[in-house]
């Protein structure tokens, strides 16, 4: 299975302020995708990051708050942009191969003061 | 559009008790089904999967999922749970005709007195 590392594993940032978060994977993936994971709720797609093309995001979050980045098959990063205290949740990147489950990273959890 | 369903959001068990999280889908053509369990203060990990075949399929710690059709069900089960079994449980779903998105559910947090 592939291994997934992602940073920061956490953060404190200011309202207003951007944190672009890293992921990086040991093995060339087909799929990546970011989700979001707010307190006691369960995982919501943010986008799928394409390889060398614009995200797809999904209902609800648009490329200008949550731009996306994916130079090639094992690294991709989701900057979260002019942030509130509302944005305030964990990150997560996870990655799926042809016929393999998907994978996910530690998360960042990323807090918003 | 594919969606998941989990009806027990919080689950209280004493050790040795068995354990039955339901998970139901929706979608029109063949799916995909996991479950991923999160400890307290770890990543997701995969539990089980289900691609075809026989449909119930054995995970990791003894737990299993009756993946059955005509219900739309594919429910978790452990016959006698353990205090490291407390964690959050997501049931995800992926339909195969569509675009290999995974739908979660909104997850089960159960909790294991010893």
């Known amino acids: 299975s592939a291994v997934i590392s992602q940073k920061p594993s956490r953060d404190i940032c200011q309202r207003g302020t951007s944190l672009t978060i890293q992921c990086q994977v040991d093995s060339q993936v087909t799929m990546m995708f970011w989700y979001r994971q707010q307190p006691g709720q369960s995982l919501t797609l943010i986008a799928t990051a394409n390889q060398g093309s614009e995200a797809t995001y999904e209902s609800g979050f648009v490329i200008d708050k949550f731009p996306i980045s994916r130079p090639n098959l094992t690294f991709s990063t989701l900057t979260v942009s002019n942030m509130s205290p509302e944005d305030s949740s964990i990150y997560l990147c996870s990655v799926m191969t042809d016929n393999s489950p998907l994978h996910f990273g530690n998360g960042t959890r990323l807090t918003v003061t | 559009a594919q969606s998941v369903s989990q009806h027990n959001h919080h689950v209280i068990l004493s050790e040795a008790a068995s354990l039955e999280l339901g998970c139901n889908y929706s979608?029109?053509?063949?799916?995909?089904l996991f479950w991923y369990v999160q400890y307290p203060g770890q990543h997701l990990q995969l539990l089980l999967k289900?691609?075809?075949?026989?449909?119930l399929v054995k995970g990791i710690k003894g737990f299993e999922a009756e993946f059955i059709k005509s219900k739309f069900s594919f429910n978790l089960r452990k016959p006698s749970v353990q205090w490291s079994d407390t964690a959050e449980y997501f049931c995800a779903v992926i339909g195969t005709g569509g675009s290999y998105i995974p739908t979660f559910g909104r997850g089960t947090s159960l909790i294991v007195h010893p």
């Open positions: 289900y691609f075809s075949g026989d449909p």
């Open positions: 979608y029109g053509g063949t799916v995909n």
